[in-house]
């Protein structure tokens, strides 16, 4: 089993920057696509972006694009998201996502197989 460990979670004020790294299993994260999805407070579970498992191809939510950036170093196993000009709508548990075999770009979070156990983000106005 793929355990996906996020981290670089936390409170952060509106307008400010954040940073979140995922940590895969070296083994066979350079052949994933990877992503993230968020959920916030009484809300659906959301697709925020994705990356393919060479990193040449990128893809979001319409909610964070151009704010956020998704990218990847398979040489250390990690995808990042940086996620810039944070609003409080963007409050959410984030949860770091693998995709093994699957067509990109993976909007639904049923065409992933692999999630983390999600980290806490909350943006305070």
């Known amino acids: 089993q793929v355990q996906l460990v996020e981290s670089g979670g936390g409170l952060v004020q509106a307008g400010g920057p954040l940073r979140l790294p995922c940590a895969a299993p070296g083994r066979t994260f350079g052949r994933y696509a990877m992503g993230w999805f968020r959920q916030a407070p009484g809300k659906e579970r959301e697709f925020v972006a994705t990356?393919?498992?060479?990193?040449?191809?990128?893809y979001y939510a319409a909610s964070v694009k151009g704010r956020f950036t998704i990218s990847r170093d398979n040489a250390k196993n990690t995808v990042f998201l940086l996620m810039n000009s944070l609003e409080p709508e963007d409050t959410a548990v984030y949860y770091c996502?693998?995709?093994?075999?699957?067509?990109?770009?993976?909007?639904?979070?049923?065409?992933?197989?692999?999630w983390g156990q999600g980290i806490q983000v909350t943006v305070s106005s």
């Open positions: 996502v693998a995709d093994s075999d699957g067509r990109f770009p993976g909007v639904a979070a049923s065409e992933y197989d692999y």
């Open positions: 990356i393919s498992w060479s990193g040449g191809s990128t």
